[in-house]
């Protein structure tokens, strides 16, 4: 899943307008920078691509940066974060942190609903979890599709953005849409792993640089605790 989470990062900006786009993207493809850093550093691995109709898709061991329990701890670092690091105004600290929890989270339960069970819930001995969606490969991607496309109608509807930062979000959403449906379906040997990790790390460095350019800002504004770009 990858355009997926950025219609989650699109949707929770609706809960915390205050919030950078490109902090809320880096916050809902968290555990994915964080997945194919570890694969380079060779401590989590992709597995040998299963096949789902003319489809395939790719499973994981990686119980540090997908593990349920992981995952609760990453979010509520997330929500720490946000709390420590933003400007310092009570009702603000406290929306803002839940909104981060909840982005980085998102990730788990999206992920849930298509990987089969590769997800575990603590450590790679445990149970794992996944309701296998990526079986039915094109209703995977219609519904993630469907959910990047409405996330972004919500996000345009509040944002009113100059046209060519609207051009620039619809063009990275829809691009990343075209990879999410593309790729599930391109033949022949998958590349090797560093190859998929590097590329995989580039594409997200660039979308989640195209949030904070959508928005104008990379944090860093007037007040200097306001290092995640939480709009005055
Ligand atoms: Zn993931």
Request: glycine letters at 10%.
């Amino acid at each position: 899943m990858f355009v997926g989470h950025l219609g989650a990062g699109l949707l929770v900006k609706r809960i915390e307008p205050r919030l950078n786009l490109g902090v809320l993207f880096v916050a809902a493809l968290f555990v994915d920078i964080l997945l194919w850093m570890l694969v380079l550093l060779g401590a989590e691995s992709v597995g040998a691509p299963q096949s789902a109709g003319s489809a395939r898709f790719f499973t994981f061991e990686f119980p540090y940066s997908h593990g349920l329990v992981a995952n609760v701890l990453w979010s509520a670092l997330a929500a720490l974060a946000g709390w420590f690091l933003v400007a310092p105004a009570a009702s603000r600290r406290t929306r803002v942190a839940w909104a981060l929890g909840l982005a980085v989270f998102s990730h788990f339960v999206l992920d849930l609903i298509v990987h089969v069970p590769d997800l575990p819930i603590l450590g790679e001995h445990s149970p794992k979890l996944g309701l296998s969606l990526w079986r039915h490969m094109p209703t995977a991607l219609a519904l993630e599709l469907l959910l990047a496309a409405g996330a972004l109608a919500v996000y345009l509807h509040a944002a009113r953005l100059s046209v060519w930062r609207t051009i620039l979000i619809c063009g990275t959403v829809a691009v990343a849409g075209i990879l999410t449906a593309a790729g599930p379906y391109i033949s022949g040997a998958p590349p090797p792993e560093r190859i998929l990790a590097l590329s995989s790390l580039a594409t997200l460095i660039v979308v989640t640089a195209l949030g904070f350019v959508v928005e104008g800002r990379v944090g860093l504004t007037a007040n200097r605790r306001n290092i995640l770009g939480v709009s005055q």
